[in-house]
């Protein structure tokens, strides 16, 4: 009975846990170079929290914005060389941290797309006049931790994973768009923005819930072996309807996105770029991943000798054309720049969800989602440009209306044309990257016989052409009040140009650009 | 008899005769739970209405607690009723002048589409739950399943994951909220 | 049934019962007449009267301790005419508040009225089901008990919000958000605290947690390593400040706040309040009496192992059980006293003293403290003698400086019923 106590504490829990879940914990270690950009990240953050304590409020901006670049361009070398190259003496896992994400290639080109549009929005915070005086760190750390929350959300394999993902990318963007709190626009866009995002999440997650009764498993993989026996149908129309509305708050798609004009109006510019395109595109990312596990084409499956079948194409298809159709039309007659975007970003959406139309078929019909990857590849530079071009407007004149652009071409000539550059991308004409990607959109609609989304969208292009192209008669046929030019700062002509350049790129010599989208699938 | 053997019969095997209480105490917590949640849509005082919240959660508690999940309970009790509703407590009581705070919402316009959203979204998920043969397990757990062990060791081993990930949102979130409230904003 | 069989055998988290040997004594084989589903529900009666009984016992002797206490150290006497030194004055006042009318005010939510002190005492109660005396005497060994007593003991601040506003009165109102904002915040030191002990014991279990701490002194965790210290002290002040005790005693303050959120109770309601008080000082005590000082555990290795070997020897298992319920009281009962003494010591702090301890004191020094531990636990599980030897030199000369204090004092009580020459 005389024990030795301390012997008795030793061979406690540790042992155990380390005998059952040893194996596991060792796995794990394996995959964590795999995930060497979110770990850049998660670094990048704690190290921003901290340094906005210690680094001069005037300083900020700059210092911390550098930091927080070369953190993006670092993360995203590793995204891309990881992704490319096998590292020494690794064997690369299908599937990383019990199956929690995956390590494919389309995950990996939209990090890279993610962390690039990150890198794009931070030298876009740098040029705005928005922020001068602010505590910095932690914009910067928020920044980071949603486009963290994006990378994640483009490889989530699990249910769990996708809605914390989801989260990750929504929470600190309220935080974003409230940044100037004493503008009262960004307060109530803001509240709305939330009172959305959490509503979205809850649906989402009943959704998500039902999924898990019906499949015992939170996998995405496990939505296959759903079996549609009677009833069964029917709620997975539900859950399917449930899950939806969680995507489509990220996608700002037609029955979740009233939200999208006023927060784009009310968030600082940079702000509005980022959800613009990062939020944007993470949502697509997750959703064509669930959408594919999910078995989009003929859901057949054969239940007690009847075959079932739900057309989730259909659905996808008229909420495609409901959503690009609204959005051009209120675009028709705003008058905010901003604004305009905004409502122009919820018709790209609708574009956007032609993809997802185009995955119908056999498994492994890969065009659908290799459009959308293209199309965010041209949206990527075509819309962060045109915003670009904004806050530089914006700072220098305190512009954002449209009837106040009037004149400003001669002002600032090669800033204007790059901006028209930009809005012929978003319209979809040749010779730009807006046209490449559109062309491909249309065809996979085109393959797989939706000839009437594909007139809608071609009607929705027309209409579109009008207000792009208001902002363009303003800015060079219109006279302005002044003719004073307008200062440039280096950086900011070549952002602009860069991004210009890449627009007529993907236009011109997309090939290249085609070769490396084809490549992507789910496999790694 | 022992009494103790009795106990333990008790615990990991309810023969017929204790299985008389199951429902009791059932339908106690279900009813607490959704009577309180249709009295805070029916009150008028917000006051009221944030505590019966409160007993609506912990109803959800006690049947957290009948399915065995004794650690969601006790989180349940810990994270709504002694954060959450402490907060909106706070926020009523410190947004508010009067002695007695009346729901001032004019009953036009939202009544009728929130109800129709309430009883299509009832509708589903309750069709779903009655008619769809769940993956429900049949086997018992053990009497003495040590669930914060089993937890504790999912979430270090299948959900590390998710797990740091959460606590990088929960840094973000704390960061930030600190941020949105503090006065002046960013440029405080 | 959906919910089928398994949740009642889960749901049964007061699955052990001591009571019940006891019970089985008293009835013998009468116990077989009684059917399995009554016997369910009248034990779990008895649990409830047993917590209640000593819920009662308790306050009536810890009202009476904490007038002496204050007396004495104001140099008074304190209760000297019913019983023995006052011992009845307690029973007395209860009699008195008993018959007392009971008033609400008339612009009162009436039903929020009547409600908070139930929901005030459903905060506290619910804990001493895991609060343990022995290996006998305890109502239930549930394997989430720390988590548990972190869990309920959040209740409480609803009922004194609820008090404070239903009460319709400036004062109870000022006292129910000076709560809600104390008892909140020192939630956070005090989850710390509880992880630090849950990683060392690998265990939520009050029993398991005493049982790590067998054996010799040095094996308490309070000497586990020299942050402990620094846990425990960071515990008992934040548990000071979750029972409202001075110098955390804001939300009733009486020289601002007339009484604080229970203004306006009178009679039985004003001493349930009263009583729920006295609980939750007994329970944090109790809490901390196990966390950090080996709870039942006499500190005297071979002590012990001959309590513990009472195989075949029922009169060792009775000693044993009676040995560990004196030892753990008089622990817990220890400091109860201290709580006593620093409130007839030390002035009340300010609101915002209040946050500055404890989110710019506390909440580091504890966040230290408990990363040091985890680090301390990954190099040496299990403990180390030499960090044992350092913990108490390091920690002797504060702690010889209380005992000197409490020598000083208790000495001097007694000087003072010697009769002096002069």
């Not at chain 1, 071409?409 to 319209?427: E, H, K, S, Y």
């Not at chain 2, 508010?96 to 309430?118: D, S």
């Not at chain 3, 210290?229 to 934040?238: C, D, E, N, R």
Request: charged letters at 10%; hydrophobic letters at 55%.
């Amino acid at each position: 009975m005389f024990q030795s106590v301390f012997a008795k504490k030793i061979d406690f829990e540790p042992k155990a846990f380390q005998e059952e879940f040893g194996s596991v914990i060792n796995s794990l270690k394996d995959n964590l170079p795999f995930i060497a950009p979110e770990l850049v990240l998660v670094g990048a953050i704690c190290v921003l929290i901290l340094a906005g304590l210690f680094v001069p409020r005037r300083d900020q901006k700059g210092s911390l914005g550098l930091f927080s670049l070369v953190a993006l361009l670092g993360a995203g070398w590793l995204a891309c060389s990881v992704g490319t190259s096998h590292f020494p003496g690794l064997e690369k896992p299908d599937t990383l941290f019990q199956g929690m994400i995956a390590f494919d290639s389309f995950a990996v080109f939209f990090k890279a797309l993610f962390l690039l549009a990150g890198a794009v929005v931070v030298i876009q915070t740098y040029l705005s006049h928005e922020f001068e005086g602010f505590a910095m760190g932690e914009y910067y750390s928020l920044m980071l931790a949603s486009l963290l929350g994006c990378c994640l959300l483009a490889a989530a394999t699990d249910m769990v994973m996708i809605y914390l993902a989801l989260e990750l990318v929504s929470i600190p963007t309220y935080i974003l768009v409230i940044y100037r709190k004493a503008d009262k626009r960004a307060t109530e866009s803001a509240l709305k923005y939330a009172i959305y995002g959490s509503v979205a999440g809850g649906v989402m997650i009943y959704g998500l819930s039902l999924f898990y009764g019906l499949t015992g498993s939170t996998a995405l993989t496990s939505l296959s072996t759903i079996s549609m026996e009677g009833a069964n149908a029917a709620v997975v129309v539900i859950a399917g309807f449930l899950v939806f509305a969680g995507f489509a708050y990220k996608m700002a798609a037609v029955p979740m996105h009233f939200w999208c004009p006023d927060v784009y109006e009310g968030a600082p510019i940079p702000v509005t770029s980022y959800l613009s395109v990062a939020s944007k595109a993470a949502g697509f990312a997750a959703f064509v991943r669930f959408m594919d596990a999910f078995g989009l084409g003929e859901q057949i499956r054969i239940a007690g000798g009847e075959s079932i079948s739900i057309q989730w194409v259909e659905v996808v298809a008229i909420i495609a054309a409901v959503t690009m159709t609204f959005g051009n039309l209120s675009a028709l007659f705003q008058d905010n720049v901003k604004r305009m975007l905004g409502y122009s970003s919820i018709a790209h959406a609708g574009y956007l969800l032609m993809g997802v139309v185009g995955m119908k078929g056999i498994a492994g019909d890969v065009e659908g989602f290799q459009a959308i990857s293209f199309y965010f590849l041209s949206y990527l530079f075509m819309n962060l440009g045109a915003f670009t071009v904004v806050i530089v407007i914006a700072s220098r004149t305190g512009a954002e209306n449209i009837e106040s652009y009037k004149g400003l071409g001669p002002r600032m000539p090669f800033r204007a044309a790059c901006l028209a550059i930009f809005l012929v991308g978003l319209i979809g004409l040749p010779p730009t990257g807006g046209f490449t990607g559109k062309f491909m959109l249309l065809k996979v609609v085109i393959l797989q016989k939706y000839y009437w989304l594909a007139i809608v969208a071609g009607i929705n292009t027309a209409i579109s052409v009008y207000y792009y192209a208001r902002i363009i008669k303003n800015m060079w046929l219109e006279k302005g009040s002044s003719t004073e030019q307008i200062l440039a700062s280096p950086l900011g002509v070549s952002v602009i140009g860069l991004q210009a350049a890449m627009v007529l790129v993907l236009g011109v010599f997309f090939s290249p650009f085609v070769d490396i989208i084809q490549r992507i699938s789910f496999l790694s | 008899m022992n009494i103790l053997n009795t106990l333990s019969i008790l615990a990991a095997a309810p023969s017929e005769a204790t299985a008389i209480w199951l429902p009791v105490f059932f339908w106690t917590f279900a009813l607490v739970s959704v009577l309180s949640s249709l009295a805070v849509l029916v009150v008028k005082d917000i006051v009221r209405c944030a505590f019966l919240i409160m007993s609506s959660l912990s109803g959800l508690a006690g049947l957290y607690l009948l399915l065995g999940a004794e650690f969601l309970a006790f989180t349940q009790i810990m994270v709504y009723v002694g954060g959450i509703l402490i907060l909106i407590l706070f926020g009523v009581m410190l947004t508010n002048r009067e002695p007695l705070l009346i729901k001032r919402m004019k009953a036009t316009g939202l009544v009728a589409p929130g109800v129709l959203a309430g009883l299509i979204l009832f509708t589903a998920i309750g069709y779903s739950v009655c008619t769809v043969d769940w993956k429900v397990t049949d086997q018992p757990l053990p009497a003495d399943a040590d669930t914060p062990a089993r937890i504790g060791n999912a979430l270090m081993s299948d959900f590390i994951l998710p797990f740091e990930m959460a606590s990088v949102l929960l840094l973000v979130a704390l960061v930030g909220a600190a941020m949105a409230a503090r006065r002046g904003g960013a440029e405080g | 049934m959906i919910f089928g069989g398994t949740m009642l055998s889960n749901g049964l988290v007061f699955a052990r019962y001591s009571l019940a040997e006891w019970i089985q004594g008293l009835l013998g084989d009468r116990l077989e007449m009684i059917p399995e589903w009554i016997l369910f529900p009248l034990l779990m009666l008895a649990g409830c009267l047993v917590i209640i009984g000593f819920i009662t016992v308790f306050a009536l002797f810890a009202i009476w301790m904490e007038r002496k206490v204050s007396a004495h150290m104001q140099c008074r006497l304190g209760p000297m005419e019913v019983g023995f030194h006052g011992a009845l004055q307690t029973i007395a006042d209860g009699v008195k508040l008993l018959g007392k009318e009971d008033i609400v005010p008339r612009h009162a939510d009436k039903l929020l009225h009547y409600l908070a002190p139930i929901i005030v005492f459903a905060g506290v109660f619910p804990l001493f089901v895991v609060v343990p005396f022995s290996e006998k005497i305890l109502i239930s060994d549930i394997n989430l008990g720390l988590f548990f007593v972190a869990a309920v003991g959040a209740v409480e601040v609803v009922g004194v919000i609820m008090a404070g506003w239903a009460s319709n009165n400036k004062w109870s109102l000022f006292g129910a958000m000076r709560a809600a904002t104390q008892l909140v915040s020192y939630e956070i030191p005090l989850g710390l605290a509880f992880l630090t002990i849950i990683l060392l014991a690998g265990s939520f279990s009050m029993v398991d947690i005493i049982h790590q701490q067998e054996g010799w002194l040095s094996n308490w965790f309070l000497f586990h390593n020299p942050f402990m210290p620094i846990i425990f002290l960071s515990f008992f002040t934040a548990s000071l400040a979750e029972c409202k005790r001075a110098p955390f005693d804001l939300p009733e303050a009486e020289s601002e706040l007339v009484s604080g959120f229970h203004t306006e109770y009178s009679g039985m309601k004003f001493s349930i309040f009263f009583l729920a008080e006295y609980a939750a000082m007994y329970v944090v005590c109790a809490i901390a009496a196990v966390m950090f000082l080996g709870g039942w555990s006499t500190g005297i290795k071979p002590l012990e192992a001959w309590l513990a070997d009472s195989a075949g020897n029922p009169m060792r298992e009775v000693l044993s059980n009676t040995v560990h319920l004196v030892v753990i009281v008089t622990k817990s009962m220890f400091l109860v006293f201290v709580q006593m003494w620093l409130r007839w010591t030390l002035p009340r702090i300010r609101l915002d003293q209040i946050m500055h301890v404890c989110l710019k004191v506390l909440l580091p020094w504890t966040m230290v403290a408990m990363v040091a531990t985890s680090a301390i636990e990954l190099c040496w599980p299990g403990g180390n003698m030499v960090l044992t030897a350092l913990t108490i030199v390091i920690w002797s000369i504060p702690l010889l400086w209380t005992l000197k204090a409490i020598l000083d004092m208790t000495v001097g009580i007694f000087l003072k019923f010697v009769p002096s020459g002069r």
